[in-house]
Every structure is written in C-alpha cells, then in structure tokens.
C-alpha cells in the first residue's frame, strides 16, 4: 500500500466554497477508487482559503485482476454446425480471448456463446493521473470563474498543483499548471516552495511554514485564541457557531488580537455593536461572564482573528481599532440620528416607500396591519389592552426601514423597531411586538412569544399573503422573492402555538377587508373587493387556504407518515392547531391491530359512494332504520348512533384521541355488514336506504380523516 | 507618504511593470471601470495592459462634507491587464511593497467580494483587499462586460486611494489628508463636497434630469447607429450619471429603478457589440499581425458554420 498527496493550490477560495469542494473531493477519489477496483483506506481532506488537499493514508499499488465470465451472442448465432462465425470472432477479439477459448453456456433457458476473461489489473500509477485529472475537472462550486486565456473553470484560480504517490509525482495538469511535488507555505511569511514525499512531510512542512492546514484544527485554535481574549478581560465570546466557521476558512494560520474600545459606545444596543463587529469586519463580540448568555450585555472588547504571523501584532491591532472606530461612530451617528425623529413621524416618509407597486406603500401596509393586528387580538380574545397595543405596534412596525441604521444593516430591522420605540417613550409591550413581527423566520426558528407580538407576527404574514396573491404574485416552483412560502409556514406555527381552534379562512378573510377598511371606497371596485386585485375574494381565500395547507403537509410530512397526514387534510384543513392534533392522534392509532381492516371497511364505504355518485343511483335523503332487512345493518346503524354521539362530544371538546378511539368501535359491525348485507340490492329503497346509511358513515369519519387514504 | 506621491508611486511601479498609464475621461462616471480604457478594452482578444487614476461620482454617497469616511466623490486607481498574468497577485502585492505596505508589517487578506455593475452587463468575482481590517482594493476577474463573455479574461486592480492614503497617514478624517505636503485633501475638496451634496439633494431639478436621461439616451442611440462607437458610449455614461443623481435623489420608485437600469444596460450591451465589431473591421490592431488573423479567421468559420 502506497500514500498519496494530492493538494490543488488556488487564489483565495470564499470561505463558504471550501467545506463542500472537501467533500466532493472525498466522495469523488472514493468513487473512482471502486469504479476501477483500487481498494483505498484512510482518506481524508484537509485545506485552507488557498488549497484542497486530498490525503490518502493506504491506496492499493495495483488495481485488482478481473476475472469473470462474459456471455456473449446466442449459440446459434456465434455457430454454424460447431463452426465459429463471424460474430464469434468478433465477440472473442473484443474480449481479448481466442475463439477456441469459447464456450457455449445455457442461461435463463439460453444457449449462449460465453468466454471466461481475465484482464490485469494496472498499476495504480498508471490510474492515477486520469483518475486525478478528472477529480479536478468534476468539482463543482456555487460560482466558478475563468481567468487568463484558459476556458477551464474553478472557484478561483488555480495555481498550483501537488501529486506525489508513494514519493513519486503523478502528472496531472489543469488549466495549464503541471503537477509538481512541491508545495507552497504562507504566502508571505514562507513563500519558498517546500518538497513533500509523505503526508507526514506535507502536514509537518506546511506548520513549519505558517500553514495549519487540518480545518479542525484551525478551528480548535481559534477557539481557543477567542477564549484567552477574553478570559483577559473577564469575558466570555459571544457564541456565534457560523461565524467561526467562516473565519477557519478566512486563514491559514490563526492569530488573534484583542480590540479594546471605548466604554462610550455600550451606550449602542448590543445588537448594533455585534453586527457592526460581525458583518463588515468578522470581529467576535465578548460579552460579560458569569452571567446566562440570554442575559449577558457586552464589554468593550472584541476579538480579532488574522491571518500572517506579524513582526509587531501592535500595528495590526492599531489598524482594525481605527476600523472598528470608524464603523462604531457612523452606527452612534445613525443611532442618535434616528432617535431625533419619533417613529410616528416616519409614517409620511414611509409613504413613499412602495411595498408593492399593484398594491401601495409601505404605510398603507402597516396601517392594514394595524387594522388586522387588532382584530386578530379580538378573534383571540385576548382582551382590550392587547387589542391597543397590537394596533399601535402593527402602525409602527415598519417604521424603522427608513431609519439610517436599517438602511446601513437591514438585518437590524424589527431591532431597531424595538430601541427607537422603547426611546419614544411606547409601551414595553409595543416595542417587544415591533421587534416580535418577523419570527418565525424559519421552520425551527423562536416564534413570538407576548400575545401583542403574536398578533403583529400573524398580521405581517398574513398581509403579505393576501396582498401578494391578490395581485399575483404567487410565488413559483423555483422562486418566491417575497418570501410567501416562509410566510406561511410562520402562521401555521404561530396558529398551532396560539392551539386556536379556529379556521385560518376567518384570517384570511379579515386580512382581506383590512384592505378594503384602509383603502377606503375609492379603493375598491363594484364587486368590493380592492381595485387592485386580479380575483375576487373568494377566490383569493380559497387559494390561500390551499396554500398554506400544502406547507402544512410539507411541514407535518417531516414528523408523522404522509399517508396519515394526507387522511386528516383531506378531512379538514382549515382548522390548523386541530390538523396537527388529528394528525397526532391517528399515527397513534394506526399501530392498534383494528385500524386496518377499519380502514379497509371504510375504503369500501367510500369506493360504494363514488360508484354510487357516478351513476347517480341516488340515495335516501334520511335513513330510515325501518326499512332495514338485515340484523348486522341495524347493528350497524345503531352502533354508529351511539358513537357519532361520543364522537361529536370528543370532538367539540378537541379530543381528538378519544374521538379516534370512538370511531375504531366500528371496526366489528362495518365488518359484519360487509360480510352479510348486499348494499347494492335491487330493490331501490333497501339500496337507497343502505347508501344513506354509509354516507353518514362516511361524513362521521371525515370529522377526523379520510382513513380510506391509509395503507 | 502624501496623497499625490502615492498616486505617482503606483504610476510608476505599473508604468515599470509595461502598462500604458491613461488618463482620466472627461465624463462624469460612478467608477474607474466606465472608462473606456477599461469598459471598452476589456472586450475582444487583443492583449491590454493600462493603468490611470480615475475621479468618480457617487451622487448618493454625498454627505455635505460632514463624514470622515464618505464622500459623493473621490479617486480609485485602476488597473486592467488583460490577460489576467498568472503572478496577477504577486503584481499586486509588490505594487503594496512600492508604496510602503510590507505584507510581513500588515494583515493582508482577500475576502470573496463578486463585483457586479448592471447598468454596465458587468460582472466578475474576485475579493475585496484587508489591509488590517480595512477594505483598500477591489479586485476582480472579469467574466462579462456589456453582456459579452470574456475571453481571454482580464483582472481589474481598483485601489481606494483616500482609503490607503488614510491608512498610511493614519488619519481618522479623509479631509486631513496630506495632498501635498502643504496642502490637505480638506483644503483641495471639502467645498467642492458641500457644494455637490447640496445641489444633488436639494437644488437639482428632477424634470430637467428626467428629460436629459431621454435625451442622452436617444442621442446614444442615433450615434450608435452612425457607427460612432466612442461618441456614442459618452452619451451612455451621461444618461448613467443622471440617473445616479436621479436615484440619489429618491426620484425614481424600486420598479422604475429596474427600468432605467434595464436601459441602460441595453445600451452597454449594444455599444460592446459594435466595439468588437469595429476592432474586427480594424483587424484587432493590438495583436500581432498573425494571431489577428488567425483569430479573424476562426471566427468567420465559427460564423459559416452556424
């Protein structure tokens, strides 16, 4: 078994480039290897911002022989009277076998020309530099570029290439660079080339020169650089897991530097100070120790990590400090800026602000809000003082896209919100809601937690929804620019969170007359619905709701068996906290031994119905338990009484289980009734009279699912 | 290292290194790339090397001379080789050396920064320059210019001269910059700042821009027609400022943005295609004789065969 080294030299790949070029690197040698039966252990990558190295530790020096039987033509194609023909021979020759060495084999009932073929296995260094050369063409990056006058692509470009198997170069070229066996160390602080014959030379040569070049590692020492910084000065890092991971990928070797700033600007709230840090500059906020980090406020310091080994860490210290000044007074000049103008004051500048051009301002939006925002807190009553202040909140929440600091950091929108309110002199609970409006963000994202912030999160999405659909703008397989799907999503969660047990159409529908409330007459068209809109307002609800009951399947699909999911949907899907209850109690029951002839039985019901339905045989308009004949159909049908009773009570009470429970009873008598009674008699009253009976059988069932969806 | 020696040591060090050293165009322009020296020239197969300080506008960023670090109007120092050389970076980092920044003193870093002017069909990627945290230089691998794929593909060097300037000087307000020794950045453009930022937001007159943006734009148009490729492209440069100062302004609603600058564009792209269409009648005369004509040559086979 031989070692293998092979390092592609680049200009500075993007951070977020070289995790995955790793892994395709990895999987893409791994793949040849079995392709071309070289059997391979121990590989594994490493790299930096400036190469992708793949380190294998045991690679076979030989591919291994094959030996294996080839059939060939039919028998009596390859011969004529034991003669080879002509197709025999040329099977043979493409075989590298001689024609005598045929044999006739029977298979699948078949006589066939077979021949028995060996074929050496090559040297591995005669694999390698195709093997090579094709890893290198097959990586893949999020954007690639040319450069000079070649046509190859790569993440940047290339500059170098190592690939040494077993001490020896394997010539390998891309984009005009031939593979040498030399690499390159820090690019200023160990620029000579470096030979390497062993991996252990490689990673011990690349250290020596200022280059560490194991992830992991990089990862653990500036980790553990952030947290001696800190320690000094009796802080903690401010845990920011994605940030670390850019900055390994920012170095080839971690050095690191304490900010120490002034006291004065603490006065900015932490999170102004953290982006200003994070996002240009890739600085570690520290905030006080010995406190949660929930309640942690931050210190005047802040940790830099860079990247050359210095003469005097000072001067670089000197450097980002003015940086960091520079960034922290133009926040403090936004911060004390904005504050000078109340947000009630930026509702006129927001007016000219377009949200959607069909549609109108960002104002207009923010006072449907408030219209929605409180009407929600009353169709969850949640009482007078949150109605108010999920108004007043809604009327502000966009009031601070017109502040510098937003315009400088949109990611601080909604923050801002809360500061410059909270400087206004607006009620705690309006401030929390302002900044409350965008949660969720995500499918496991913090959803809002004050009733007023539920509301004003509820009524941002819902407003979206309903104005963008009303225009549209419906977003398509491959793009949804205004976020609708995640829109959606954010009111399914904050629904199921609130366990409301209302419709979401009674949402949507009073999102809908926000938009006729704000605009006023002139805003809407004889129909009453907003001019604007391309559908009416039925239309426009019943497509909502089926909106977002397809982010509801593709978010309960993750947790419970879609054909449970796709049984309770089909039954209701409106009533969004009650899905995900049904949902949850019928997976529970779908082990229990009755549930699956249950549904087998009612799979009969429903496929009697549709036939029936189809040739509109038609059915009694009541049953009339009178006209049954057989003893199992009156059991049937009392049977079905007195559970439509518990379960109508289960179900007024959200009882979902007990419901379910109720209706797996059924079992027994459906069964019998299958068994003995002919639903499909000749006689039109007894027919009539027994379909009547299944349909009710049927709506009782659909309370909950349409378990004919199952199994 | 005052302001003016800087610029004249980064003339020298590229004039040394074999590039032409240009000069400004004398139209108003929001970066160094809308010269034609860069916008033009990229285009096209024939080898280019050019190197000039460029004074350019950007209405938005006007802050009536109250800011220490933004300013609607201040001077990069552009770069094109073309082909981009395969010790590009080394280039670089020595032209670094040349003005005083050792890269053993000072954390030099590249940090992924893609470069994209759409009102230009331009795009490339590359990084944005750190020298001890602050951004100095953009450098890009063009990939496209006026919608056209480049081939061979040149690197753009664009320094930030009051940025490194500051650097070095170690002052925290770009009006204290040392010009010359006796003269401060201050004294030279502070006025002209005040002056600038108070007629792009408050005195401009937006029906008058409005309808030069029609009228350069047609002007560019007509030109184009008439074959006058480099009359025309004043004209696109024209129509682009005043849309700069339109936007600055908050004359021009999110949509219509995309509009004007979907016009502009067009034009980019039309004055890049009948560039390359001149330089091909001229016969690419920054090539040697016989690769210009091989090159032509394949061209018109690629042409025929499609």
Redesign the interface.
């Known amino acids: 078994m031989i070692e293998l080294i092979f390092e592609i030299g680049c ?2 790949l ?3 480039f070289v995790p995955p070029a790793l892994d395709q690197l990895e999987a893409g040698f791994r793949s040849r290897c079995e392709d071309r039966r070289v059997e391979v252990d121990g590989i594994r990558t490493v790299g930096t ?1 400036r190469r992708l190295t793949l380190l294998v530790e045991s690679l076979a020096e030989k591919q291994e022989d094959l030996s294996e039987r080839q059939l060939g033509p039919p028998a009596q194609v390859a011969f004529d009277d034991g003669e080879p023909t002509g197709a025999a021979r040329g099977f043979a020759s493409s075989k590298g076998v001689e024609v005598d060495e045929l044999m006739v084999i029977e298979e699948d009932g078949e006589e066939r020309a077979a021949a028995d073929v060996f074929q050496q296995g090559a040297s591995i260094h005669e694999l390698l530099p195709e093997m090579l050369d094709s890893l290198i063409e097959d990586l893949e990056f999020p ?1 690639s ?5 070649g ?1 190859e692509r790569f993440g ?2 290339v ?1 170098w290439i190592v690939a040494v198997a077993d001490g020896q170069v394997v010539p390998v070229s891309f984009a005009g660079v031939e593979s040498s066996g030399r690499t390159r160390g820090h ?3 160990a620029p000579e080339p470096i030979a390497v014959e062993t991996i252990e030379e490689y990673e011990e040569g690349l250290r020596e020169a200022h280059v560490v070049v194991d992830p992991d590692e990089r990862r653990d020492e500036i980790e553990s650089l952030l947290h001696r910084m800190a320690a000094e000065v009796d802080g903690r890092i401010v845990d920011d897991p994605n940030l670390v991971d850019e900055v390994v990928h ?2 080839e070797e971690p ?1 690191g530097t304490r900010l120490d700033f002034d006291d004065s600007y603490l006065e900015l709230p932490d999170e102004v100070l953290e982006t200003s840090m994070r996002s240009h ?2 600085y570690f906020a520290i905030e006080e120790a010995g406190t949660s980090p929930d309640e942690a406020s931050l210190i005047a310091h802040c940790g ?1 990590i ?3 080994p ?3 860490p000072e ?2 210290n ?3 400090l ?5 960034r922290l ?2 926040a403090r ?1 936004f911060w004390e800026n904005d504050r000078e103008t109340p947000l009630e004051d930026r509702l006129e500048r927001l007016d ?1 602000v ?1 949200w959607l ?1 069909q549609v109108g301002s960002m104002a207009e939006r923010a006072r449907r809000m408030a219209t929605t925002a409180g009407d929600l807190a009353r169709v969850f009553e949640m009482g007078d003082g949150v109605e108010t202040h999920a108004r007043r909140a809604a009327l502000l929440a966009k009031a601070d896209l017109v502040t510098q600091m937003v315009d400088e950091f949109p990611d601080l929108q909604g923050v801002m919100g809360r500061e410059y309110a909270l400087s206004d002199g607006e009620p705690a609970p309006v401030a929390r809601a302002i900044e409350e409006q965008y949660l969720p963000e995500g499918a496991t994202d913090n959803l809002p937690v004050s009733a007023e912030g539920r509301c004003v999160a509820l009524a941002e999405k819902l407003d979206a929804l309903v104005g963008c659909f009303g225009v549209g703008l419906e977003p398509s397989s491959s793009s949804d620019p205004y976020g609708l799907r995640r829109a959606a999503l954010g009111v399914i969660r904050i629904v199921d969170d609130l366990d409301w047990a209302g419709s979401v159409r009674d949402l949507l529908e009073l999102t809908h007359d926000a938009y006729i409330d704000v605009q006023g007459d002139e805003g809407a068209d004889h129909t009453g619905d907003p001019d604007a809109f391309e559908v009416s307002r039925q239309q426009l609800v019943d497509r909502l709701v089926d909106f977002i009951a397809r982010r509801l399947r593709y978010l309960l699909i993750e947790d419970y068996p879609t054909d449970v999911v796709d049984a309770v949907l089909a039954a209701d899907d409106e009533h969004l906290a009650d899905v995900f209850l049904r949902v949850d109690a019928l997976s529970g029951l779908k082990d229990e031994p009755d549930f699956e002839p249950l549904a087998l039985g009612f799979k009969r019901v429903v496929n009697i119905l549709e036939k029936e339905d189809i040739q509109a045989g038609g059915r009694a308009e009541s049953v009339d338990p009178s006209a049954f004949e057989a003893s199992e159909e009156r059991a049937l049908w009392e049977a079905y009484g007195s559970i439509r009773d518990e379960v109508e009570t289960a179900v007024d009470a959200r009882d979902w289980e007990s419901a379910c429970q109720a209706l797996i009873r059924l079992k027994g008598p459906v069964d019998d009734f299958f068994d003995s009674v002919m639903v499909m008699a000749d006689d039109p009253t007894l027919r009539q009279n027994r379909v009547a009976m299944l349909d009710a059988l049927r709506e009782l069932f659909w309370r909950v699912a349409d378990i004919s969806k199952i199994g | 290292m005052n302001f003016q020696d800087l610029i004249l040591t980064l003339q020298d060090y590229w004039a040394d290194h074999g590039c032409v050293i240009q000069q400004p165009w004398d139209i108003e322009k929001g970066a160094g790339t809308g010269n034609a020296a860069t916008f033009l020239r990229a285009l096209g197969p024939e080898p280019w090397e050019v190197a000039y300080v460029e004074p350019c506008r950007r209405p938005d960023d006007g802050r009536y001379g109250e800011n220490p670090n933004r300013l609607g109007s201040y001077f990069q120092f552009q770069v094109l080789l073309k082909p981009s050389p395969d010790n590009v970076l080394e280039l670089y980092w020595d032209s670094l050396r040349a003005i005083g920044i050792d890269p053993l003193d000072h954390d030099l870093r590249l940090v992924e920064d893609d470069w994209e002017q759409p009102t230009l069909g331009a795009w490339g990627l590359g990084w944005e320059v750190w020298t001890d945290g602050m951004e100095t230089t953009q450098f890009t691998y063009f990939q496209q210019v006026g919608g056209v794929e480049l081939d061979p593909v040149p690197a753009e060097i664009t320094y930030g001269l009051e940025r490194i300037a500051m650097f070095m000087q170690g002052v925290d307000n770009v009006y204290d910059l040392q010009w010359s020794d006796s003269v401060t950045y201050g004294e030279i453009r502070h006025e002209e700042e005040v002056e600038f930022s108070r007629f792009h937001f408050e005195e401009a007159d937006d029906d008058l821009h409005f309808q030069w943006f029609r009228q350069h734009e047609s002007e560019a148009e007509r030109l184009m027609d008439e074959g006058l490729v480099q009359p025309a492209y004043d004209y696109i440069l024209k129509a682009s400022h005043i849309f700069n100062i339109l936007d600055a302004r908050g004359a021009i609603s999110v949509t219509e943005r995309q509009k004007y600058i979907r016009r502009i564009r067009s034009l980019a792209n039309g004055i890049a295609d009948a560039y390359l269409e001149k330089r091909r009648d001229m016969g690419f005369p920054l090539m040697p004789d016989d690769e210009a004509r091989d090159y032509i040559e394949t061209l018109e086979a690629q042409e025929e065969s499609s």
């Open positions: 200009e500075d993007p951070a977020r911002p954007k570029m040319r450069w000079g006058s046509q940047r470009a500059r690019r200023f602080a920012l170095v050095h500059q890739r830099v860079y990247n050359t210095v003469r005097d001067v670089v000197d450097g980002n003015r940086v960091l000044r520079a007074d133009d000049f000219e377009v051009e």
